[in-house]
Structures are given as structure tokens and as C-alpha cells.
């Protein structure tokens, strides 16, 4: 997976270094990301989901798991058998029948973003089937873009640093 830096958050002063050539925009009903990748669901993402009325059972695929190194970290959405896509995906509508409660790796996607220090490096995947990736339309990922769309993230890793010099 090739991926390239956009962007770098001072979680401090959330003063924002970000690349300006790099635009993204999501487009709606495009549901390529729900198709192509394996989705890892946490057990906060399990355990909202089920608040929303669906047994573990129906959604996680408890054969697919995800490690780094040695250590497991989680297991993966299920894919619907008839056209590979997540069980959350409409197959009439490409609509998430879950979005304001999917998974954290279904928010992020297709950027990742990696603490160093007391900064945060934003990349994105560039995955070749994503057509939001340096869309005409799309927007540059500023300071403004990531804590509209990202900041509770941001936030959680600004509260650990507070926490880390207390």
C-alpha cells in the first residue's frame, strides 16, 4: 500500500502543516472502500453496533483477524457472500445503513494517522480504487477539514499528551 503524508497536526497548539496539491472529497453512493478493503471492528465499534439492535454474530467475521506483529488487535467486518461488499453496505442505495455509527477504521478511511511525539502525522492511502483521492472538487486537508471531520480523534490524542505531563 503506498501511502503519502498530507499532513502534520501540532496537538499542542493544533497548528496544522498540510500539503496543498493533496484534495480529497467522499463521493456519495461511490461505496469502492465497503467493496475492496477489510474493515477491522473494535470492540467499541462492536459493542455500538450492538446498541443499534445486531448481534455481534450477524457482523463480525470472527475467521478474518488483524495483528500487528505478534499481538491481535481485532477481527473484521463480514462481507456479504453475493457481491463481497460489507453487510452494512445497501445494495440498492451504496449507503451505509450504520454511518453515524460505523467503525472507527470506516471513519478515518482512507487517511491514517500516526502519533509522533506530540504531533500527529496525517497520511492517505492511496488506493488506487478511490475516486475521492485528489478529486477536482475535493478539499485540501487542512487544520479546519480535520477537526470538522476528525476531531474527536484528535481530541482523544490531545487528552493522552494532557494526561502524559500531568
Known amino acids: 500500500m ?3 503524508w498530507v499532513a502534520t497536526i501540532d496537538l499542542e497548539t493544533l ?3 498540510y500539503d496543498p496539491t493533496f484534495k480529497f472529497k467522499c ?3 461511490c461505496g469502492r472502500c465497503c467493496h475492496e478493503l477489510e474493515i477491522p471492528v473494535r470492540d467499541e465499534d462492536i459493542t455500538e453496533i450492538e446498541g443499534l ?3 455481534a454474530w450477524e457482523f463480525v467475521d470472527y475467521d478474518k483477524m488483524f495483528y500487528r506483529g505478534d499481538k491481535f488487535l481485532s477481527y ?3 462481507k456479504r457472500p453475493f457481491d463481497g461488499a460489507c453487510v452494512f453496505l ?3 442505495t451504496k449507503r451505509c445503513k ?3 455509527h460505523r467503525p472507527l477504521a470506516c471513519r478515518l478511511y482512507p487517511f491514517v494517522f500516526v502519533k509522533s511525539g506530540k504531533k500527529m502525522e496525517v497520511y492517505v492511502k492511496m488506493d488506487p480504487f478511490c475516486p475521492g483521492l485528489n478529486h477536482p472538487d475535493g478539499e485540501p486537508v487542512t487544520g479546519e477539514f ?3 471531520d476528525y476531531g474527536d480523534v484528535i481530541g482523544e490524542y490531545r487528552g493522552k499528551i494532557v494526561k502524559a505531563t500531568e
Do not use: M, S, T
Open 76 to 78: 473484521a467486518l463480514k
Open 90 to 92: 445497501d445494495p440498492e
Open 146 to 148: 480535520l477537526l470538522r
Open 2 to 4: 503506498e501511502r503519502r
Open 27 to 29: 463521493l456519495e453512493n
Open 15 to 17: 497548528e496544522v502543516e
Open 53 to 55: 439492535g445486531y448481534n
Open 98 to 100: 450504520i454511518y453515524p
